[in-house]
């Protein structure tokens, strides 16, 4: 393989970044139209989606770990174990459904006991069995997406994530707020398109990667085994990142309904500034994977560095525009409600965007570089640094918080704290090289 040069860097990531981008702007839609559908809508849509998320993410974060070992078979040359690769995904994600139909009653029990108003917990109820009863589709496509990723195809992927997000954004209002024969569904006709969207790209995705492998051919027990050893840290990474992240939500909902609700718009507008650098992290460990089957750890290091000081680059220059244009963002979400004031919420709105800016670059440099390790298959670390940063540090801030000073300021507060230990911790391991001695395939 050639040295990673920054044209070539961009070329693979760039479309990542705009995919995930793309993402950001479809739930970003989803949610200005529930803001707008309801006060209620908006305080339930983060829990919801937030919890489906904690448990879709691990089967999710295991089939796409298939992309890495593509991404190393394709560094080393291995076709065949490329195409054995990806059909161990489509595996492995066949065998979620089972699961995801069976937490669907524990998340409304969770819903059902955490307090919130009723109005709220029929809402999260509804939207969260909904995404839960489709969510093989989000493995079904990290199969596809995985393999044309790890062979550095990424703009098919981008295109194709476009047209999903399109036909979700389309389906928004007709569910939403009903047109025509089509009834309102509120907040469950938004997780309806959502569904509909992850089902599109899963058919497109995978109808292309099958014409181009041929038929089911035996993964393997020794590739899938290999998947679910490297995968499972990373599934787990997910799991408790999110996991800790929802209960963060759920504590800070002792600052009220009406900051609840503030909070959730402004992570919303976080969640499109950020997005992006979930395709660089799928950049960098896409990129270090090539080099480490190509056994080349030097140039494994350069890509990763190169795709971070692309990262930064962007997220300093998006971080300064968000900041000037701060007051038509929050606009968008800011409709005076029955219980939500139009100048209040604009006023810790600004308190709470100033404070995510705060911890992006720290943010930057943990998720780029946790990418990274991942590539080279250092799940096991990624996953227990962020454990002790998460759950030793973060969330006993957070209760403390919640018992001496519950204001959302102080609860967003504490998790500068949390973004800057663990991106230390991520930077150091990436910088002392241990990765470079594990060898995939």
């Not at 290091?301 to 929050?330: E, K, T």
């Not at 504490?414 to 470079?436: D, E, K, Q, S």
């Amino acid at each position: 393989m050639k040295p990673p040069s920054y044209a070539s860097v961009l070329k693979l990531v760039w479309p990542l970044a705009l995919g995930m981008a793309n993402n950001a702007a479809m739930q970003f839609a989803d949610r200005v139209f529930l803001a707008h559908e309801s006060a209620a809508s908006l305080e339930a849509v983060l829990p919801a989606s937030m919890l489906a998320a904690v448990f879709i993410c691990f089967f999710q974060s295991v089939v796409a770990y298939a992309g890495t070992f593509v991404a190393q078979f394709h560094g080393a040359g291995n076709e065949e174990g490329c195409r054995r690769a990806y059909w161990a995904g489509v595996t492995l994600a066949l065998a979620s459904v089972v699961f995801f139909v069976c937490l669907v009653p524990l998340g409304n029990f969770v819903f059902s006991a955490c307090g919130h108003a009723p109005q709220v917990a029929a809402r999260e109820c509804s939207y969260y069995r909904i995404v839960m009863y489709g969510a093989v589709a989000v493995c079904g496509t990290m199969a596809a997406s995985g393999y044309l990723t790890g062979r550095g195809r990424t703009r098919l992927v981008f295109w194709v994530n476009v047209v999903g997000n399109v036909l979700n954004i389309a389906l928004d209002p007709i569910l939403i707020f009903g047109w025509g024969p089509v009834p309102a569904m509120g907040m469950a006709g938004a997780a309806v398109a959502t569904v509909a969207a992850q089902a599109a790209q899963m058919a497109i995705l995978n109808f292309v990667v099958i014409r181009e492998v041929g038929a089911f051919i035996n993964p393997q027990f020794s590739t899938v085994k290999s998947i679910i050893r490297y995968g499972t840290p990373a599934g787990f990474y997910q799991v408790f990142n999110l996991l800790s992240f929802t209960i963060f939500v759920f504590a800070s909902a002792a600052a009220g309904d009406a900051a609840l609700a503030v909070s959730n718009a402004v992570f919303t507008i976080n969640y499109f500034l950020f997005a992006p650098m979930e395709g660089f992290a799928i950049g960098a460990g896409t990129l270090v994977g090539q080099f480490q089957g190509a056994k080349d750890s030097h140039n494994a290091a350069v890509a990763g560095n190169r795709v971070l000081v692309l990262a930064l680059a962007y997220i300093g220059v998006s971080s300064v525009l968000v900041f000037i244009f701060r007051g038509p963002i929050l606009g968008l979400f800011a409709a005076d409600t029955a219980s939500l004031n139009a100048a209040e919420f604009m006023s810790l709105g600004v308190v709470l965007l100033v404070l995510s800016i705060t911890w992006q670059m720290f943010d930057a440099i943990d998720t780029v570089l946790s990418g990274a390790l991942k590539g080279a298959g250092d799940t096991r670390f990624v996953m227990r640094w962020m454990l002790f940063s998460a759950f030793a540090v973060w969330l006993p801030l957070v209760f403390l918080v919640r018992r001496f000073h519950p204001t959302m300021p102080a609860f967003w507060a504490t998790m500068v704290v949390y973004v800057a230990v663990i991106c230390v911790g991520t930077l150091v391991r990436w910088r002392r090289g241990p990765w470079r001695r594990i060898k995939l395939v």
